[in-house]
Structures are given as C-alpha cells and as structure tokens.
C-alpha cells in the first residue's frame, strides 16, 4: 500500500434473494509496503460491521467484502466478513418492505461537492412510526454507534489508519482517481425509500 492510496469496498448484501451493494472509500494515511486490502476488510469488519449488524434484522446477510485500490487493482482482497449476519431477530415475523431503508448522510468541510449517501435496508415493521424512525426502537443507541463508526478513520496496526473519504464519481481502475473530500461523520439516520444497490 502507498500513501494516500484510496480503497473502495464493495460490500454485497442479501435479504431474502434480493442482493444489494453498498460502496466505502477509504485513503490509507501511512505507508508500510504491504498490500492494504487485506487489512481493511479486516479493519471494516471488526468496527464498521460489527455495530451493522445490530441495526439490522436477521435476513440481512453480508456475502462478501471486496476491496481494491483503485490505482493498484492488484492490492485486492474478497472476503466473507465474520459479522455477516444481522442479529436483530422478528417480532410478530413483520419487516419492513425491502426497499425501506435506514439513509444515513454525510458531513465534509466546505460546499464545494454534493453530499453523499449510504443506505441499509432491514428494518423492521415495529421500528417505523408515522414514517419516521420510533423512538422506542431498541437499535436506535446502535444506529447512534454506527453513525460515529462510518465517519471516524479506522485504526490499524499501531499508528496507521483508514480515512473515509468520497471520490469523484467516474474513476477508472489503474488509475489514481479523484477525492472530493474527506467525511468527518454521517448523520441523520432517517428513513429512505431507496435502498443502495450501486456506487
């Protein structure tokens, strides 16, 4: 890996036989010569996926992880995450329509690009109330958590880190694409009718 070199992750989900994908990038912040693929997907399911899971019902289920840099297509890995699985179990056997979604937004410094959006589907019937979010819904501290886990670097190896960032839309892999910002969080997990199933 090399400094500031800029990772995305495919993350292919499955609720049922509907597949989703949800894409992350991140910017390596230091460099050691090894390949960088591999420690993110690890980084990615040990703090990002492992609060994921505990928004989500237990349907959704996390096939693989594949993670490239985008200048150095070779610096890849594709794994099955060890938190695949969402761990919010039925109540009643009622879930939300597949394209309800939790849609977090993000935050950056300047006005410079638009915004960007991530959205989750896996909600469950009891945790909609007049088309908002209830307040009483159990994962509310976990969709809080994962809120500061997406918009926070991920730690790695003693110093180095993985920043979030958002590329220019329109990068061709092998060569070094354009980043529009870095996110400094995300925030407002409302409700979406639109589930992320592309870059």
Request: with cysteine; aromatic share 10%; net charge negative.
């Amino acid at each position: 890996m090399a400094l500031g070199e800029i990772y995305v992750i495919k993350m292919h989900t499955l609720m049922f036989a509907e597949e989703m994908l949800n894409v992350f990038c991140y910017e390596q912040s230091m460099s050691d010569g090894t390949p960088g693929a591999p420690k993110l997907n690890v980084a990615f399911d040990s703090v990002v996926l492992l609060e994921w899971i505990n928004t989500v019902h237990t349907s959704i289920d996390i096939t693989a992880l594949e993670t490239f840099a985008i200048a150095n297509p070779v610096d890849f890995d594709s794994v099955t995450p060890t938190n695949s699985q969402g761990t919010r179990p039925f109540v009643g056997g009622n879930r939300a329509p597949s394209w309800v979604a939790f849609s977090y937004k993000s935050n950056r410094a300047g006005a410079g690009t638009r915004s960007s959006y991530k959205r989750f589907a896996g909600i469950l019937d009891e945790d909609v109330n007049a088309n908002s979010l209830d307040s009483s819904f159990e994962g509310l501290a976990a969709v809080a958590n994962l809120q500061d886990r997406l918009g926070n670097s991920i730690a790695f190896d003693g110093g180095n880190a993985f920043v979030p960032v958002q590329t220019k839309s329109g990068w061709i892999v092998g060569f070094p694409p354009v980043k529009n910002f870095n996110i400094t969080s995300w925030q407002n997990a409302l409700l979406s009718s639109q589930v992320s199933r592309k870059p």
